[in-house]
């Protein structure tokens, strides 16, 4: 089946989304804050449950730490804090790869002699580089220049920003 006109297969799943929006969001408030599922839900626009799957990912990898009890919630970690955008997408699903072909140990049997390959390896360097340029706190601290410019940003989006 054909892809439809506009749709594409190159593209970050919800779930690693959900976790650059949340991390993104828990970066933004002190260091040592915690904050509640039902809080962080509201904050980036995310069901509970599908976000609590998430946050348990991103805890597992070391870069929240969820607390129980009456002073409960998430935190975010210092590794989380300097993670970079691609860590984190790799912590949810896994290393990123543009084609089959690029997968260590999944050789292709065209790739020497395909004139395309050269052209998907470079194309999957320049993303990991991007990927990997953008920390969690450079992106929180472009969030917290937004608001305090006064600009103007969609409603949806406002809900992800820290009030300052």
């Known amino acids: 089946m054909l892809m439809k006109q506009g749709a594409s297969s190159m593209q970050l799943t919800r779930a690693a989304d959900y976790a650059i929006r949340v991390m ?20 980036t626009g995310v069901s509970r449950s599908f976000l609590s799957k998430v946050l348990q990912m991103l805890a597992q990898s070391g870069f929240v730490a ?24 790799e912590a949810i699903d896994g290393p990123v790869h543009l084609n089959v072909c690029l997968v260590s140990g999944h050789a292709c049997s065209r790739q020497v002699w395909c004139p395309a390959h050269p052209v998907w390896a ?15 706190a450079e992106l929180a601290d472009t969030a917290n220049t937004t608001i305090q410019n006064n600009c103007k940003v969609p409603a949806a989006t406002a809900q992800i920003l820290p009030v300052l």
């Open 122 to 136: 470079r194309a999957q360097q320049a993303m990991l580089d991007v990927l990997g340029s953008a920390t969690v």
């Open 24 to 43: 993104i969001h828990l970066a933004t408030r002190e260091t040592g804050a915690r904050l509640l599922l039902p809080q962080l839900a509201a904050a």
């Open 66 to 89: 969820s607390w129980r009890g009456q002073a409960g919630g998430f935190e975010l970690l210092e590794r989380g804090r300097t993670a970079t955008v691609r860590e984190i997408i």
